[in-house]
C-alpha cells in the first residue's frame, strides 16, 4: 500500500511560510533541489490544497522555458507537470497540468487511493496536512528544517492541547544547513 508523506519546509520556529506567505527564507540550492527531484520522481502523485497548488501552478509549468534556469529546475518543471495531483478546494474550479480537483477529505477514498498501485503520496500544504491528520491517513512527515527563524508566520501545526507523538526515523543534514527530519506517526492527530 502506498503511503501518505507530508513533505514541507520549515523554519526552526515552526513556521511553513511567513505572515504574508512569503518563502524566501528558504535555503534550497543546488544540492537540496537535486534531493526533491531524485525523491519526487519515484512518487505517485500530489495531494494539494488549492493554496500550495496555486503556488506552484504559478511557476512551475513554465519554468523550464526559462533560458536562465538552473538544470535542476528545468528537471523539476517535467517532474512536476507530469506528476498527477489531486486538489483539494471546496472553491476551484478546476485545475490543470494533470491535475484532478476534490471537494473534500473523504477517507474511504483516501484509502481506495493509496490501495492503487504506483509510487507514494506526497502532501503539501498545512491546513490539508491536518485534515488527513484528523482521519489518521498521515503516515509519513518529511520535514525540511531550513536553519533560519522567522518569527511569525503560518504554522506546520495547530494549536492544540493533544501531542502528536512521532518517530525520528531519518535525519539527514545537507550543505546549506538544511535538515532532512523523516517521523513515522506513532499514533493519531485527531485534536488538530
Known sequence: MRRIIVWMSISLDGFIEGPDRELDWHRVDEELHQHFNDELRTKGAFLDG???YELMAAFWPTADQDPAASAVTREFAGIWRDMPKVVYSRTLARADWNATVVREVVPEEV????????GDLVLGGADLASAFCRHGLVDEYRLYLHPVAIG????????????????LVESRPFG?????LRYRGAGQ???L
Open 176 to 180: 546549506n544547513g538544511v535538515v532532512l
Open 152 to 167: 511569525r508566520g503560518k504554522p506546520l501545526f495547530p494549536p492544540s492541547d493533544t501531542p502528536v507523538d512521532l518517530r
Open 111 to 118: 484509502m481506495s487511493l493509496k490501495a492503487q498501485p504506483g
Open 189 to 191: 492527530c485527531s485534536a
Open 50 to 52: 488549492r493554496r500550495t
